[in-house]
């Protein structure tokens, strides 16, 4: 069947839609709430229909009907194998190797894919203090996929993180190693309102590697704090399907708990 495609969406929508491409039907995913969850239960409902879902409040294994409201909701054990503890899925999944893919996000993203959602200013007397790390620095340290979907502004892109709450490559391509990490070289994809930047394991920075339709490579500079080297002729994120966005909006968050600001106008 041929696809329809829609310019009538929204930057989140288009972000979900995309950070689910990055799910195979193999993986396992660990899942937090906001667009990490609409997009791993989009996938599951499209292209990846074999994918294992847990939940870091202990839910492993369930299939979601819908995108839940917070990790408590009772919806999260709907048909899981196992409604466990915190201790079980990252003591006993994370921290053992059995989780392919993470969802991260935080107040900061630096060139090597350092996350900081811990504080702005003197960790001693910050200017802001986070949430912190959550079940973050764990994911971070021990999964091979890691995925962020955030807005793209410049404050959210410093060249480097305040602080450190869960480690990209820390300083380069060997920081992890020598921090004794023993996922020394994850994947990290980063996926925004603007574009698509992904983890170089050599060099150990984000590179450019897809721009969301209608941006241009001087826009995303723009926005970001440092300057991410372009990885191969640039192409750009395809376009969502009309039998994209009726999922998406109809089954993954049919009450727009996440997906609060889509548009029936074009995006511009």
Do not use: W
């Not at 807005?151 to 004794?180: L, N």
């Not at 920075?205 to 300057?227: A, C, S």
Request: hydrophobic share 40%.
């Amino acid at each position: 069947m041929e696809k329809v495609y829609s310019e009538n969406y929204s930057g989140d929508e288009l972000m979900a839609i995309e950070a689910s491409r990055f799910i195979k039907s193999t993986d396992t995913v660990i899942l937090g709430t906001g667009l990490p969850m609409v997009a791993a239960i989009f996938a599951q409902k499209t292209h990846a229909v074999g994918v294992n879902f847990v939940v870091e409040s202990g839910s492993i294994d369930p299939i979601l009907p819908f995108a839940p409201f917070t990790v408590a909701d009772p919806i999260i054990g709907h048909m899981a194998v196992r409604t466990g503890s915190l201790r079980e899925v990252l003591g006993c999944m994370v921290q053992r190797g059995l989780v392919d893919v993470g969802f991260l996000g935080g107040a900061e993203i630096d060139q090597f894919g350092n996350i900081n959602s811990t504080c702005i200013g003197d960790p001693q007397s910050p200017k802001v203090r986070f949430p912190g790390s959550g079940g973050a620095n764990c994911i971070a340290s021990c999964v091979p996929k890691i995925l962020i979907i955030t807005e793209h502004e410049k404050r959210r892109f410093p060249a480097k993180v305040q602080f450190i709450t869960s480690p990209g490559y820390i300083d380069g391509p060997d920081g992890r190693k020598k921090a004794g990490l023993k996922m020394a070289k994850p994947d990290i994809i980063v996926v925004t309102d603007l574009c698509v930047m992904q983890i170089n394991p050599d060099t150990g920075r984000l590179e450019l590697t897809k721009l969301m339709p209608g941006v241009t490579i001087d826009e995303v500079y723009k926005n970001t704090g440092f300057e991410p080297r372009l990885r191969g002729k640039m192409g750009e994120v395809e376009l969502p399907t009309e039998a994209e966005l009726k999922i998406l909006r109809e089954e993954v968050d049919p009450n727009h708990i996440y997906l609060k600001e889509f548009s029936k106008q074009p995006r511009t």
